[in-house]
């Protein structure tokens, strides 16, 4: 490998200090498997086109140089990594091969759809008030507006707790995943890992209350995900994600292995 | 290659003559795939101790010569398989790779969970009815008292018309994977293929009233599918699994792209 190259990213943070976008958590997880510094070019949402020169209004990303990369805020897309992988062959891949990139891709679609969907509902007011001050406005304006139907942040998240027990049991096939090999990507974790922790990481940034239970089965791999790398994703700023407390008549939080 | 081989398939067969295990699906996919001869060893449950000499109860399986391969009975183990690409390597593989087969183990494990598990209670009492005649009383005893803790068939199948318009919705993780590739293997099938077709084709052997609606974007790939290797998939005791009817307040089955 060449000198340690540096590469600048551009954050999303909260007020607390801690990033939020799962896809700046991707790229800082990326960067650190790629043994590439990152360059943190701190700030919120409303300071991106400022940061960016005009080039972006609302997307993540990274500088290597004069070269911007952009993330699509899509799940399942992966334009920094690829870009990484690409533009450094020679350092770690991120990808192994075209097959474990559609898996990740899968992977992601789906822990999307059963996570951050539901979740979005249960947490978008406590989004909203862990913004930079700056931010609140123009998040409120623009949830409300394009996400929310015209309701409140506060109508959307109301009776949260009949609906925060229902995302648990849907994790299932992850766990399952997660019983036969250490990590997602097999013995050693790779993008597989990284993308799935940035959920998790993003549900940190905003829960002021706990989505995930104290026994849960992934606790383990989340744990030793967030402690990669120097204990990355361990920023004081970010909100306990265990302790969810269920009630009389909620599903079973993940199955019982024998 | 050698010469053509022939392996024997045992059959879980319902009155209509058709498959209905998805592990026999996957296992006669597997072989047309391999371009090895299925001998079919025909008949229904009670009877796979006697077409095994006893060494299967409930499992169905393989037999190579003397070599007996029956499937664990759950989902993303693929012991048939993994036994056809061991002990025939020079012929097309069914999984490219660790990583690939580690991608068809989620996917598998994922779509059980996402349909079987909630098919199952809507079809459980016509999977009962389309038995053979010998095959019932077992059936119902065994699956009242293992699966449906002593509830009856009848019961538990009632109200299928409010749950059956909740798996449509959450089968769009597939959608998504299918968008960009002719097959879940890219351009031409694979096991991950075979694996999740058989979850349709298994749905189709029981389905009394359709699962999916007929504009469901899954279609295109469900009966290309169903047409390899000169129609596998098309016995004719099958059922239409196409034509859901949906109500008022039903979710959107699924996305329109723009």
Redesign the interface.
Known sequence: MTDTPKIAVLDLQLEAGCTISPFVWQAKYALAHKQIEAEIIPGGFTSLPARTDGRSQHRPGIRDGDHWVFESLRS?EFLVADYLDAAYPDRPRLF?????R??V???D??LW?ASIKPWFSCYILDYHDRCLPEDRPSVRESRERDFLGGATLEEVQAGREDRLPLVPPAL??LR??LRESAWLG?DTPNFADYSALSVFLWLASVARTPGLTDDDPLRDWIERGFDLFGGLGRHPGLNPIFGLQLRDGDPAPFVVQG
Not at 96 to 100: G, V
């Open positions: 399942g192994a091969n075209a097959d474990q559609n898996y891709k899968f992977l679609n789906w759809a299932e096939p399952e995943q097999g």
